[in-house]
C-alpha cells in the first residue's frame, strides 16, 4: 500500500493544535519538512479550532478562527466558535451504547471539519515543495495509545470522510512513534539498545498516554515489544487552563463576578491566551510572580461599573489591579491539579510492569515542555527510574515520529486489550 509512495506525510490531530510533517522515501538523508509559520506564529502546529457560521460552514480555522471570534462581527455573523473538541470522541467511562459513536456527537463531525482543514492545507504544501501528485503521497494519522477500538475508529472515519484517500491512511500509535523520534537523536542512542526497557509518557493538552516498552531485535532494527496494556486519563495542559478560569479565578474576582466578566466567550479566549504566555514561560527555578493581563472588556468593566470588584483584586495582589498576579506557590499549585494524579498514573504503570530495572522514562508531548513538569517527575522518580528523559522538541515528536515510522517500518508486538477463557 505504502511502499510504492514517494512521500510519508504525518497527521498529528491533538486537543490543541493540529499540524502536519512529511519527508522524501529516496531522500537519503531522511529530511522531514514541516510547516512551523501558522497565522503569524513559531509554533509548529495550529490551533485545532473552528469558527462556523449559523449553516455550519468553516468560516476561518485555526489561529484565524480564534481571532475572528475575538472581532467585532462574530455576534452579527451569528459566529459559534468551537475547541477541544478531540476530547469529547472518548467517553468518560465505558460505552454501553451499541454502534460506534463519539460521547458528543458533534465531536466526530467537527474532527471530520479540521481534518479536512489539515488535510487540504497539507495536501498544497507538499505537492507544492515536493512536487508530487496527490496519489504518490501515504498517509499517517496519530492516534492516543489509551484509545480504543471504537475512539480509532471513530477517527478513521472522520479522517476519510474528511478526504484522505482510505487506502492509503495509516493509524500510528503516539507514544510508538515517539519513540522512534527519539531513537535517531544521539542523545537518546542508549534507548534503543536490545534488552532495554523504557516508559513514554506522552502529556499532552487533553490526554496523558503511559506506555512501556523492551526493546528487542538489534541495534540497527530495533523493534518495540510492549510490556503492559497503555494506561493514561484525561489529564493534561487544558485541565490546567481549566483551574485558572475557574477556582483561580473566582479567588480573584470573586465566583459571581468571574463568571459575569468572563461570559463573552471572545473574552475568555482573549483571557486563556495570555495565560498561555505566562504558562508557558513559567519556570520554577526564576523568581518572581506571574502576570497575565487582563482583556480590554474586563479592565472597562473593572474601571467603570465593578470598582468594589477592582479593589477586591487590587487587594489580594498588594494594589495590581490590571492583571492577574500569581506568585510561583499559586502557579504550582495550578499545574499540580493535573501533574499529581500523572504522577500516580506513572506510579501505577511502573508497578503493573513487574520487577526489573527501567532505565530511562521518557515524557513527549507539548505539556512536557513544562519546566515545571520536568522538576516534578525527576523529584518523583528520582528511585525508580535511572534517568527522565525529555523528548527533542517534545511538541513535535510524535509528528516526526509517525513520518520516520513510514520511511522505516518496525514491527511493535503489543499487549491485547481482551482475552478469552475456558
Not at 71 to 93: C, I, N, W
Request: aromatic letters at 8%; proline letters at 6%; a neutral charge.
Amino acid at each position: 500500500m505504502t511502499a510504492s509512495s514517494r512521500v510519508v506525510a504525518a497527521i498529528d490531530f491533538g486537543t490543541y493544535g493540529t499540524g502536519f510533517a512529511w519527508a522524501l522515501r529516496n531522500d537519503p538523508d531522511k529530511t522531514i519538512y514541516y510547516n512551523e509559520d501558522w497565522s503569524g506564529t513559531t509554533y509548529p502546529k495550529n490551533l485545532s479550532a473552528l469558527l462556523l457560521d449559523a449553516a455550519g460552514n468553516v468560516v476561518e480555522w485555526g489561529y484565524d478562527a480564534r481571532r475572528r471570534w475575538q472581532s467585532a462581527d462574530r455576534v452579527s455573523d451569528e459566529l459559534t466558535y468551537h475547541e477541544h473538541f478531540k476530547m469529547d470522541l472518548q467517553p468518560a467511562g465505558p460505552s454501553v451504547a451499541p454502534g460506534i459513536t463519539a460521547a458528543n456527537p458533534d465531536a466526530a463531525h467537527l474532527a471530520t471539519l479540521c481534518l479536512g482543514k489539515i488535510y487540504t492545507t497539507a495536501l498544497q504544501h507538499i505537492t507544492g515543495h515536493a512536487m508530487v501528485r496527490p496519489d504518490e503521497i501515504s498517509w499517517r494519522l496519530t492516534v492516543p495509545a489509551i484509545w480504543r477500538d471504537r475512539e480509532r475508529q471513530l477517527m478513521r472515519t472522520a479522517a476519510e470522510q474528511a478526504g484522505f484517500p482510505p487506502g492509503r491512511l495509516e493509524l500510528v500509535i503516539e507514544p510508538e512513534a515517539a519513540a522512534q523520534h527519539c531513537w535517531d537523536h544521539p542523545a537518546f542512542a542508549g534507548i534503543a539498545t536490545p534488552g532495554n526497557r523504557f516508559v513514554v509518557v506522552d502529556a499532552g493538552s487533553g490526554t496523558v498516554d503511559i506506555t512501556s516498552y523492551r526493546v528487542q531485535g538489534t541495534v540497527e532494527n530495533p523493534q518495540l515489544a510492549e510490556l503492559s496494556r497503555a494506561t493514561g486519563g484525561k489529564l493534561g495542559a487544558s485541565y490546567v487552563d481549566g483551574q485558572f478560569l475557574g477556582p483561580m479565578l473566582q479567588s480573584r474576582l470573586g465566583m459571581e463576578d468571574s463568571w459575569r466578566l468572563t461570559a463573552d466567550g471572545a473574552v475568555r479566549v482573549k483571557l486563556l491566551e495570555e495565560w498561555e504566555r505566562a504558562k508557558r514561560d513559567f519556570d520554577p527555578q526564576r523568581a518572581g510572580p506571574l502576570h497575565i493581563n487582563l482583556p480590554p472588556q474586563i479592565l472597562k468593566a473593572l474601571y467603570t461599573t465593578d470598582e468594589p470588584v477592582r479593589l477586591r483584586l487590587a487587594q489580594a495582589q498588594g494594589g495590581v489591579d490590571g492583571a492577574i498576579v500569581l506568585q510561583p506557590a499559586e502557579a504550582k499549585a495550578l499545574f499540580d491539579h493535573a501533574i499529581d494524579p500523572m504522577v500516580e498514573l506513572v506510579r501505577q504503570h511502573l508497578r503493573s510492569i513487574g520487577a526489573g530495572p527501567v532505565p530511562y522514562l521518557l515524557l513527549v508531548g507539548g505539556f512536557s515542555e513544562s519546566r515545571y513538569l520536568q522538576q516534578r517527575f525527576r523529584e518523583a522518580f528520582s528511585s525508580s527510574v535511572a534517568e527522565v528523559l525529555v523528548a527533542p522538541q517534545p511538541a513535535v515528536a510524535v509528528m516526526f515520529g509517525a513520518v520516520k515510522a513510514g520511511l522505516r517500518p518496525s514491527i511493535a508486538s503489543r499487549v491485547s486489550r481482551f482475552t478469552y477463557g475456558v
